[in-house]
């Protein structure tokens, strides 16, 4: 199965800052990769889907890149309400992997 | 707009089998891919497998041999049934729609909390 890790594990920022995360995946995905955003109690939101792709209602600060086995999520201004954890995932041949997340918290 | 309810027992014992039903509200199970995903307390996601419109089933390879997802398009439902747990599967679970050609998960369920615990 693909692995899926990301960087940093954890980030501290404050309102305004751009925050990059990174995802790498174990073997080429070409752009079959999604980001989730998870708030404490609550179920993972999509974000991104198809490495750049916008969901409807998702805000245009958000915005994800890359192809192949790296790909990158970026808040452009981060606001209150973007403290939460951030996941990739994967789903070649449908064998499906989530990466371990990466914490947003306020600096 | 598609809305997705886990129902089920909130704590089984080990060595028995954990049974979860997912009820489908403004979309048809029918159509899509539907799937379980879960995650232990203080975790990350763990995709445990989805079935089909046409009923074929998926499942993590760590979970396969005691994995069994149904889907009851009657009652526009899906299940996930678990069986020998020990204590290393009490998670949230969540149901949630696979979106196959773009290979994401669109809606979730909001999830359950399963303990298991003599």
């Known amino acids: 199965d693909i692995q899926m890790t990301q960087s940093p594990s954890s980030v501290s920022a404050s309102v305004g800052d751009r925050v990059t995360i990174t995802c790498r995946a174990s073997q080429g995905i070409s752009s079959w990769l999604a980001w989730y955003q998870q708030k404490p109690g609550k179920a993972p939101k999509l974000l991104i889907y198809?490495?750049?792709s916008l969901p409807g209602g998702v805000p245009s600060r958000f915005s994800g890149s890359g192809s192949g086995a790296d790909f990158s999520l970026t808040i452009s201004s981060l606001q209150p309400e973007d403290f939460a954890t951030y996941y990739c995932?994967?789903?070649?041949?449908?064998?499906?992997?989530f990466g371990p997340g990466t914490k947003v918290d306020i600096k | 707009q598609v809305q997705l309810q886990e129902s089920g027992p909130g704590l089984v014992k080990p060595s028995e089998t954990l049974s979860l039903t997912c009820t489908v509200s403004g979309g048809s199970t029918s159509t899509y891919y539907w799937s379980w995903i879960r995650q232990p307390p203080g975790k990350g996601l763990e995709w445990i497998g989805y079935i089909s419109y046409s009923g074929s089933t998926t499942y993590n390879p760590s979970l396969k041999s005691r994995v069994t997802i149904s889907v009851d398009t009657s009652k526009n439902q899906f299940s996930l049934k678990l069986s020998s747990v020990t204590a290393a599967d009490t998670a949230v679970y969540y149901c949630?729609?696979?979106?196959?050609?773009?290979?994401?998960?669109?809606?979730w369920g909001q999830g359950t909390l399963v303990t298991v615990s003599s």
């Open positions: 949630a729609r696979f979106f196959p050609t773009g290979e994401y998960f669109d809606y």
């Open positions: 198809a490495a750049s």
């Open positions: 995932q994967q789903a070649n041949s449908f064998h499906i992997t």
